[in-house]
């Protein structure tokens, strides 16, 4: 997964749905690749969702994380892997869409949790494809992503 450190070009919602991705991943992993739906059903179900995700835990790490890295200009935050910055108003953006997230990660309905943790790691692995692809066709890119031309979780 070291790739995805260094990608450039990453929307605030992919950034919030690499979390969710990497989550689902780790315990696909973990559970010895199943099936991808019954990965998902157990991933709505566990402690760790509500301690990691419903909590903001996750994505509140993630912020931290940014904010230790101020520009020299306080004009935002250097993120030091993909040599990008975010502005304030990134981050502001991001806190309204963790709170969207959030928001609909939460709710009691299982079924509701699962088509939304799909739909997120859909449009994160869709991404992740469309930039492989961009920087395998980019002979100065080509360096940034591992070797494999898609990422480990299919969708």
């Known amino acids: 997964m070291a790739w995805r ?3 450039k070009g990453k929307t605030i919602s992919i950034r919030l749905y690499e979390i969710i991705y990497v989550g689902l991943l780790m315990l696909w992993s973990k559970m010895g690749k199943p099936p991808l739906d019954r990965a998902i059903y157990e991933y709505v179900r566990r402690d760790e969702y509500k301690e990691d995700l419903m909590s903001r835990k996750l994505f509140n790490k993630l912020i931290r994380e940014i904010k ?12 030091e892997n993909s040599a990008e910055i975010l502005t304030h108003q990134d981050l502001q953006k991001m806190n309204i869409e963790i709170n969207s997230i959030v928001k609909r990660l939460t709710t009691n309905k299982i079924v509701e949790r699962y088509s939304d943790i799909f739909e997120y790691c859909k449009q994160y692995y869709s991404w992740a494809l469309n930039k492989k ?11 940034n992503f591992e070797t494999s031309e898609e990422p480990p979780l299919k969708l």
């Open 68 to 79: 230790e890295t101020p520009c020299r200009d306080k004009t935002g935050y250097y993120l």
């Open 133 to 143: 692809l961009q920087q395998s066709e980019d002979i100065t890119e080509q360096q």
């Open 5 to 7: 450190k260094k990608a």
